[in-house]
């Protein structure tokens, strides 16, 4: 069984700050990891995903995420957050093994950013 | 624009009723996803088809349906709907069957109010 947790429902930053959203994963074969962005009244959009090639990934929109295998985590980071930036954002786990090919999702973190 | 499509957007139906969401996923891509989204559900994984063929299933109730046609859209068909069927419901699509690290490619949604 795989599942993801992210800290924090609502989190708020200053624009120009620094933006870290936290997620944790759990999953019993090595996962493949995907933070997805959603818009208002729009579907998800992929930033970025690890498959299991370097640890650092970078995504789009300035964004990056770094898999730490022992932290069983993969937080979301951005140096400097824009207005733009203000959405609803989620976590995912996937792997190779059989029906955990499916992502599971985690609850979103909404992001708030304030002038 | 992710070149997924969803109608209706938006679908207000009283329970007990049936409906049909629609999908036509990206050109050339194979597989489609449903997803339901909801305030206190999340986001989960309904259902996988692949060619025509179902892949996989996730938490689908027995009152929900789906099918890919030949022409590779989608149908959601959902039926003695009850208040709590009420959720956004979104479409994905990729190029393969799945092999855990696909990017998924979601619709805008569906939005269907069961009064």
């Known amino acids: 069984a795989q599942s993801v947790t992210q800290l924090g429902s609502h989190v708020s930053v200053s624009e120009g700050a620094l933006v870290l959203l936290r997620c944790n994963y759990s999953s019993s074969v090595p996962p493949y990891l995907f933070w997805y962005v959603q818009y208002p009244n729009q579907g998800l959009q992929l930033l970025l995903k690890y498959t299991s090639a370097a640890t650092l990934v970078k995504g789009i929109n300035g964004f990056e995420a770094e898999f730490k295998k022992s932290e069983t985590s993969f937080h979301l980071t951005k140096p400097s957050a824009h207005m733009s930036d203000a959405a609803e954002y989620f976590c995912?786990?996937?792997?190779?093994?059989?029906?955990?090919?499916?992502?599971?999702f985690g609850s979103g973190t909404q992001l708030t950013v304030l002038p | 624009d992710s070149g997924v499509t969803q109608t209706p957007k938006h679908l207000i139906t009283a329970t007990g009723q049936r409906v049909t969401l629609r999908c036509s996923p990206r050109?050339?891509?194979?597989?489609v996803y449903w997803y339901q989204q909801s305030l206190d559900q999340g986001l989960q994984f309904l259902i996988q088809?692949?060619?025509?063929?179902?892949?996989a299933k996730g938490n689908i109730l027995e009152r929900f349906s789906a099918q890919q046609f030949p022409d590779l859209h989608s149908e959601l068909n959902l039926s003695s709907l009850e208040l709590g069927d009420s959720a956004l419901y979104f479409c994905?699509?990729?190029?393969?069957?799945?092999?855990?690290?696909?990017?998924?490619?979601f619709g805008p949604g569906t939005r269907l109010t069961v009064l």
């Open positions: 995912a786990v996937s792997s190779s093994s059989g029906s955990a090919r499916q992502l599971t």
């Open positions: 050109s050339g891509d194979l597989s």
């Open positions: 088809y692949y060619n025509g063929e179902e892949r």
């Open positions: 994905a699509s990729t190029g393969g069957v799945s092999i855990g690290t696909d990017t998924q490619y």
